[in-house]
């Protein structure tokens, strides 16, 4: 084969365990690899501004790495259905070659474009780099997706195990002439002035050796704990891993093996392993969900749930957005989000009750902010998840269980240290009043340099009336 071949990259920007990679290397032919960036197919879904810091530096990652292996990376801005057939026909491509996607808005693209191939007699060649079983290969007894994650997560443990990871791509060698690039400068995907992301330099490094040294530096301290820290925001022990699964960094399958290896060797015990496993399978069953359910992107699963009656107050949702509701726990997530780009899993569950069933606002406010600010944002796990949250999704916490802010954060962060961590203002504000300010004396706030309403807000709302308001326009759709 002489003739060149495209490897179209999306969301798997790693020479690791890629299966349209290792195709591409495999047919001998020079490769071309392709990167769009395209905003217009994704509508209401084109890349967050979080996201869009993450994708410059995990580009420029991918493009070093690829250029000390003989490739060479093309950039193109604007519609795929018109660039990646019109390349090809350019540079007279004999094959394409990417990695599956699973979002409507992106299947319906990706047809369109092999169809287009095919018409030209370029062959596009789809495999599945994304996930550890395609939404299709895990299904009921009858035949059908499951709306139901625990019966799920059993059929993927019945299964033999994911694929063996493959071989990392070692050699990529790019044909003789290019075809013009775009500057990734010129994309403008970093904030300026201001520079909102500063906060995220010193939390992540994009890019796929990124991704490995988290996972190593995970496994040699907090994995074989997993299960028993999971849910404490005040130790941040999870992987951290999500942004570069999103991207692509890393691969479920090698997360899989890698995990499931340290358990068969001792170093990770079996009950803490399974449970980091069971959250791999979350991300799995939501890709699932969305696959089979398209309208969910933006129509609650459980129709009933379209009558809801939800408020439009602007203030309480900017008060939410900017960490100034006066729930501190509330506050010190929503401005780990601003700060990091990022929120522990817990307090996105505390953060998204409150949303939803203290503020009586619409779970998508929430899912879009979080579309903006995650450096993880992810079109299944977040649309999944704010469903979940809101109880009109799969499987979903019911809607009459209400998280009282107040007692997770208890609960969750008993020392206070996330909150100080996040909230510097109560920062001196003693142990028992760092989860409700409101609760200290006058003499203690004044010692701690608070005053309430001034340097902290009072509470935007009061938790026990907004929780029987929330119950009853429950009553009403029931
Ligand atoms: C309201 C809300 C919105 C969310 N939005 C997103 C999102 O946009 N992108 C995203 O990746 N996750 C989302 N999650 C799920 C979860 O919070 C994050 O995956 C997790 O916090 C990432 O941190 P980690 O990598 O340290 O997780 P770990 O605990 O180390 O878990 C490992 C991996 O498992 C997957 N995972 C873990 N928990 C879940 C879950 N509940 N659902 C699906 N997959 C999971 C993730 O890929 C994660 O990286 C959301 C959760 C909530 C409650």
């Not at 399978?281 to 398209?294: C, N």
């Not at 949303?355 to 600010?373: A, E, H, T």
Request: glycine share 6%; proline share 7%; charged share 30%.
């Amino acid at each position: 084969m002489t003739d060149p071949v495209i490897l179209w990259l999306r969301e798997d920007l790693r020479f690791d365990d890629n299966p349209a990679m290792r195709e591409a290397a495999a047919s001998g032919a020079p490769v071309l690899c392709l990167y769009v960036l395209d905003d217009a197919t994704a509508g209401d879904f084109a890349m967050g501004a979080a996201q869009r810091w993450w994708l410059h530096h995990s580009l420029c990652a991918f493009k070093e790495d690829l250029e000390t292996r003989g490739g060479a990376l093309i950039l193109r801005r604007g519609k795929e259905t018109e660039i990646v057939p019109a390349l090809a026909k350019e540079i007279k491509a004999s094959h394409v070659f990417w990695n599956r996607r699973y979002m409507k808005w992106q299947t319906d693209p990706d047809t369109e474009i092999k169809s287009a191939l095919q018409d030209m007699g370029i062959k596009g060649i789809s495999c599945n780099g994304r996930l550890l079983y395609e939404p299709w290969e895990i299904e009921t007894k009858s035949g059908d997706p499951y709306k139901v994650y625990t019966p799920y997560w059993k059929s993927l443990q019945q299964k033999e195990g994911p694929r063996a990871a493959l071989p990392r791509t070692d050699k990529l060698n790019a044909p003789p002439s290019l075809p013009s690039t775009d500057r990734l400068d010129d994309w403008n995907l970093l904030p300026r002035s201001p520079n909102w992301a500063e906060g995220f330099e010193p939390v992540w490094t994009p890019g796929e050796k990124g991704a490995r040294a988290r996972l190593r530096a995970w496994l040699d301290t907090d994995a074989a704990s997993y299960d028993d820290c999971r849910n404490r925001p005040d130790q941040d022990r999870t992987s951290r891993l999500s942004p570069h699964l999103h991207f692509g960094e890393i691969s479920p399958v090698v997360l899989w093996h890698s995990v499931s290896d340290a358990m068969e060797a001792g170093d990770i015990p079996k009950d803490q392993g399974t449970s980091f496993l069971s959250e791999i399978a979350w991300r799995e069953f939501s890709y699932q969900l969305l696959y089979y359910h398209p309208t969910m992107r933006d129509q609650p699963l459980m129709e009933k749930f379209t009558d809801f009656e939800w408020d439009t107050d602007k203030k309480a949702l900017n008060a939410w957005q900017r960490g100034r509701t006066g729930y501190p726990i509330v506050d010190a997530g929503m401005r780990q989000l601003w700060t990091e780009g990022w929120m522990h899993n817990r307090v996105r569950m505390i953060v998204g009750s409150f949303l939803v069933k203290d503020l009586l606002l619409d779970w998508r406010d929430g899912m879009r902010w979080f579309w903006d600010c995650l450096v993880d944002a992810d079109p299944a796990n977040n649309t999944a998840s704010w469903q979940w949250i809101a109880g009109c999704g799969a499987d979903a916490a019911p809607f009459f269980r209400i998280f009282n802010p107040t007692t997770q954060s208890e609960k969750f962060d008993p020392d206070g240290a996330y909150i100080r961590r996040y909230v510097p203002e109560l920062r001196d504000l003693p142990t028992r009043f760092i989860h409700e300010p409101r609760k200290a004396s006058t003499a203690i706030l004044k010692d701690a340099g608070i005053v309430l309403g001034e340097t902290y807000p009072d509470p935007i709302v009061d938790h026990s009336d907004r929780r029987k308001q929330a119950l009853s326009r429950y009553e009403a759709i029931k």
